[in-house]
């Protein structure tokens, strides 16, 4: 039997191994990847790297090990999430294509198709293969969302944003896919099949060689949109990051991480008490914590 890895990570040593090699250049690094999209799967490497230690890692095999030795689930295209990290956090990566500063418009949507915001995952959340639920025991995990924002090849911003700082909880979602799908499930005279989807029309013309999918396509507002109350987030660099996470996230971490990255506290790098509004309620504020790191 295989020695279960001890090598653990956190986002503390991700953001601390961007402000001590603050390279954002991804094509440059990245080149041998499939063109095919190659900027999507290029961050999600990129991601992947600054969480596995193998940012100095030229070669993509080398970095695949280095990567299962930190990660238990390496995901695929399309299941979420991107990956999970030891007894740690479920990822999810979203590129955005970056252009003039993201305002409260519809340049500001990222698109989460089939699956609705997640505040945390559960080996029961929708769409979770196989390979996910059973990948280590667990029963809830943190998610963390990282928005890219792609220009010219390069990374011009980067979110990093706990679920439970962004989205409701599972209930709020699911109660209006339940309700749409049982509505559309009630439609007489209609051969309805058997679907993870909103719902599925069988045999719709007389041949019977037609079938209908019906599935919910869901977005949410960019982060910067979000948090646009927050005057520390909209300060322009040719290279930005914005880490927002509970105050009591902060403080679950290792406290040699928090030192270590502490100790990092710059004019470029800045760790901040901050007040969010909850998700589930806006008029009740949380405590946060916003890391910002500019280049």
């Known amino acids: 039997m295989n020695k279960t890895s001890t090598m653990t990570t956190n986002l503390l040593k991700a953001l601390k ?3 001590e090699n603050p390279s954002n250049n991804l094509v440059a690094q990245y080149r041998s990847l499939n063109p095919k999209n ?35 689930y390496l995901g695929n ?22 252009k003039e500063q993201i305002r ?7 698109a989460l198709n089939s699956s609705y915001p997640k505040d945390y995952l559960y080996p029961n959340s929708p769409r979770l293969n196989g390979g996910c639920k059973n990948c280590e025991t667990w029963s809830k995990k943190d998610n963390l969302y ?30 209006i896919n339940d309700a749409i799908a049982s509505g559309v499930n009630t439609l007489p005279d209609i051969e309805f099949g058997t679907t993870e989807e909103l719902a599925r029309v069988n045999k719709v013309d ?49 406290k040699e991480d928090q030192n270590n990255l502490e100790e990092l506290i710059s004019k470029s790098l800045l760790i901040k008490d ?21 280049k």
């Open 274 to 294: 901050i007040r969010i509004k909850s998700p589930n309620n806006p008029a009740k504020f949380l405590d946060a914590k916003l890391i910002r790191f500019l």
């Open 17 to 19: 191994n961007i402000v």
């Open 206 to 254: 007389p041949l019977g060689i037609t079938d209908l999918r019906v599935r919910g396509m869901w977005q949410i507002k960019h982060p910067s949109v979000v948090f646009s109350y927050i005057p520390e987030t909209i300060i322009d660099a040719d290279f930005k990051i914005n880490a927002i996470m509970l105050t009591s996230k902060y403080d679950s971490f290792p």
């Open 146 to 175: 990282v928005v890219g924002g792609i220009k010219g090849g390069k990374i011009k911003s980067l979110w990093f944003v706990y679920g439970n700082c962004y989205a409701a909880s599972r209930e709020t979602y699911e109660k």
């Open 77 to 98: 295209q399309n299941n979420p999430p991107d990956f999970m990290i030891k007894n740690g956090d479920a990822v999810e990566v979203k590129k955005h294509e970056e």
């Open 38 to 72: 190659a900027m999507g799967e290029a961050l999600e490497f990129y991601i992947k790297d600054v969480f596995c230690d193998s940012l100095s890692e030229e070669d993509i095999s080398k970095k695949e090990i280095l990567h299962a030795e930190y990660l238990s």
């Open 104 to 110: 409260a418009n519809a340049s500001g949507i990222l």
